[in-house]
T-cell receptor
Framework: NAGVTQTPKFQVLKTGQSMTLQCAQDMNHEYMSWYRQDPGMGLRLIHYSVGAGITDQGEVPNGYNVSRSTTEDFPLRLLSAAPSQTSVYFC?????????????????FGPGTRLTVT | KNEVEQSPQNLTAQEGEFITINCSYSVGISALHWLQQHPGGGIVSLFMLSSGKKKHGRLIATINIQEKHSSLHITASHPRDSAVYICAVRSNDMRFGAGTRLTVKP
């Protein structure tokens, strides 16, 4: 299994440009999410999806769109890039299971995309 | 105030020392995760806890649901343990602490 893959690894955009960050997973996980990581702050949830065709907003959704047409793919679109969107972006997938000991969740992260908006 | 607070922010230890990183949270949770972020940026999940204690090798994680507090312990620390350790809680969604940067010197 490749796990969670993200492309590109690095990207530089000019203000106002649009782009799509790609994320794919091959573990058949129902739950996928996008986070941004900024210096001195914890990871913050941008958007998430609990299954194909279902997406919802996280803590910091403004300026980003997502779609989930398949279980495997969860692209993040920047509509009109702004310098405030300079960050490292992580995609993650996870599953949840109910076992005898209670709920179990396991989350897998992609390698990250470092985005700079000038 | 963040919903998830970690302490300390930075920690430097000598090889072999016992290390404790703390995490306090203010929301109701269904689970708490400890993650490790390597210097290269990759993030891996170390533990998922909903109660009690878990142990993997030299790593031990505990959680006290009533006190809304968790600790991550590393026994016999080694330079390869140098990383950022992140506490995350699962409530309506995932909320993350800012991380603890650990440096273990040989």
């Amino acid at each position: 299994n490749a796990g969670v893959t993200q492309t590109p690894k690095f990207q530089v955009l000019k203000t106002g440009q649009s782009m799509t960050l790609q994320c794919a997973q091959d573990m058949n996980h129902e739950y996928m999410s996008w986070y941004r990581q900024d210096p001195g702050m914890g990871l913050r949830l941008i958007h998430y999806s609990v299954g194909a065709g279902i997406t919802d907003q996280g803590e910091v959704p403004n300026g980003y769109n997502v779609s989930r047409s398949t279980t495997e793919d969860f692209p993040l679109r920047l509509l009109s890039a702004a310098p405030s969107q300079t960050s490292v972006y992580f995609c993650a997938s996870s599953y949840s299971r109910m076992g005898a000991g209670g709920p179990s969740y396991e989350q897998y992260f992609g390698p990250g995309t470092r985005l700079t908006v000038t | 105030k963040n919903e998830v607070e970690q302490s300390p922010q930075n920690l430097t230890a000598q090889e072999g020392e016992f290390i404790t990183i703390n995490c306090s949270y203010s929301v109701g949770i269904s689970a708490l995760h400890w993650l490790q972020q390597h210097p290269g940026g990759g993030i891996v999940s170390l533990f998922m806890l909903s109660s009690g204690k878990k142990k993997h090798g030299r790593l031990i994680a505990t959680i006290n649901i009533q006190e809304k507090h968790s600790s991550l312990h590393i026994t016999a620390s080694h330079p390869r343990d140098s990383a950022v350790y992140i506490c995350a809680v699962r409530s309506n969604d995932m909320r993350f602490g800012a991380g603890t940067r650990l440096t273990v010197k040989p």
